[in-house]
């Protein structure tokens, strides 16, 4: 089964569900993760050390997300988001991969090998590849040499990005080498040099499933939603047991309350 007709549309929404969202404060500048942040849902589990694990919507952290029965399919319908401190975008992404333990300190390449995406296959094409850190590591500037296998199955692959001076919830977006469009697994990442402090950073693998305007009121408060119906996003599908997550772009400074709802259709 699938939606395909409005009237589909209009029946997957009444046997659907929302998922809420709301977190209070999120790191400051550039792209920050909501993983670790209370809130709803609340803080997210710090994932397996080395390989990882592919996470699902049981994983603590995951927005709330129920797997359809009969053969149904599930879309993000619609989308409404309001940010109380300042204009920004909030990304939503399936999960697909991640993992932790990687220190900040050690030089030497550190081996990752993560686990296998499962959703929709194995393949990772059109997946973007992040480095997030859990615990700070030090100020001193550092770039981690990522060796990854591409969407093709290519081995070997390699990325270099900004690792120095991140804290909880900060997040690298990284560019992968020309003509890859997306990472099956990660093999190993290598430091430049040591920041300073070892604390915890970790790889993660996701899909971008909607990219979310917010309206702000500049600190005075929510100001109306910036609501997307099925049209605007797209009606993207949303694979059995996703790992739905945000990410927000802010510019500087800490952003927050964040808060929304998304409309599940399913049919």
């Known amino acids: 089964m699938a939606i395909t007709t409005m009237d589909q549309l209009v029946s997957g929404l009444t046997v659907g569900f929302r998922s809420p ?4 404060q999120a790191a400051a500048g550039g792209l920050a993760s909501f993983w670790r942040y209370g809130g ?15 996470p699902t919507e049981a994983t603590l952290g995951a927005l709330y997300f129920v797997n359809p029965t009969g053969g149904a ?28 333990g990687l220190s900040g300190t050690v030089t030497t390449s550190q ?11 194995s393949l990772g094409a059109g997946t973007d590849l992040f480095i997030e850190c859990f ?7 550092s770039n981690a040499t990522i060796i990854y296998t591409n969407q093709s199955g290519t081995s070997g692959r390699t990325a ?20 890859d469009t997306g990472v099956r697994s990660v093999q190993s ?14 790889i993660v693998i996701g899909r971008r499933i909607a990219i979310l305007p917010a309206s702000n009121a500049n600190g005075s408060g929510f100001v109306g939603a910036t609501v997307q119906d099925a049209f605007a996003l797209g009606l993207p599908q949303l694979y ?8 927000g772009g802010y510019g500087s400074g800490f952003v927050g309350p964040i808060t929304g709802m998304l409309g599940i259709a399913q049919g």
């Open 135 to 141: 615990t700070s590591v030090g100020g001193t500037a």
């Open 240 to 247: 059995d047991h996703s790992c739905l997550w945000m990410i």
């Open 40 to 54: 709803i849902p609340g803080i997210g589990a710090i994932p397996p050390t080395g390989v990882g694990e592919a």
């Open 160 to 179: 270099v990005v900004s690792v120095g001076n991140m804290s909880l919830g900060n997040l690298q977006l990284v560019s992968l080498a020309s003509g």
């Open 73 to 100: 399919f599930s879309y993000l319908a619609s989308a409404e988001f309001a940010e109380a401190s300042q204009a920004g975008t909030t990304y939503l992404y399936d999960r697909l991969v991640h993992t932790s």
């Open 189 to 202: 990442v290598t430091l430049s040099a040591s920041t300073g402090v070892a604390g915890n950073l970790g």
């Open 111 to 121: 081996t990752v090998n993560s686990v296998a995406i499962t959703r929709p296959d």
């Open 21 to 24: 969202f709301y977190k209070a």
